[in-house]
């Protein structure tokens, strides 16, 4: 299977186990992790790349990469500095990896969606403009992942 837009991979994320899709979310969110400097952050993606993490576990990670969420979002201030936005995102894409499974939810679509948000800020920043290159290296990762 070879992923060639967002159609095909969000079809393809909703067809993984929880469990999967937590893998899947954290491969994600290291892409960008060296954008966030939040040791909570780090630690949440590490852990939820850990087959047969606890759910007692993931809700202390979680609560962790939440709190570094309000803190990256008061780093941001009233005049925007996209690296910490994108750190931001990172915090955000890290929080999906660990939260507690929801019916309905999609823990590897809500991480990518913050990691593309992430990369396109640090873009903005660099002066690089808005393209985007993280769906293309998401769709990669996950046919990758599901062709294994």
């Not at 909703?14 to 999967?20: I, T």
């Not at 894409?93 to 800020?121: H, K, Q, S």
Request: glycine residues 6%.
């Amino acid at each position: 299977m070879i992923i060639r837009d967002d159609g095909e991979f969000k079809g393809a994320l909703n067809q993984l186990s929880v469990a999967e899709q937590r893998q899947i979310a954290a491969r994600f969110s290291q892409g960008v992790l060296p954008l966030c400097k939040d040791r909570r952050v780090a630690a949440a993606v590490h852990a939820a790349l850990r087959a047969g993490i606890s759910d007692d576990e993931l809700a202390v990670l979680h609560q962790a990469a939440r709190s570094a969420c309000v803190d990256s979002y008061t780093q941001c201030g009233h005049v925007t500095d996209w690296l910490n936005q994108a750190g931001h995102f990172v915090a955000e894409a890290a929080a999906a990896c660990v939260m507690p499974a929801e019916r309905g939810a999609n823990l590897a679509w809500d991480a990518a969606m913050r990691a593309r948000m992430a990369r396109t800020c640090e873009a903005i920043a660099g002066g690089q403009g808005t393209e985007n290159r993280e769906a293309a290296h998401q769709y990669s990762v996950l046919t990758e992942y599901l062709n294994k």
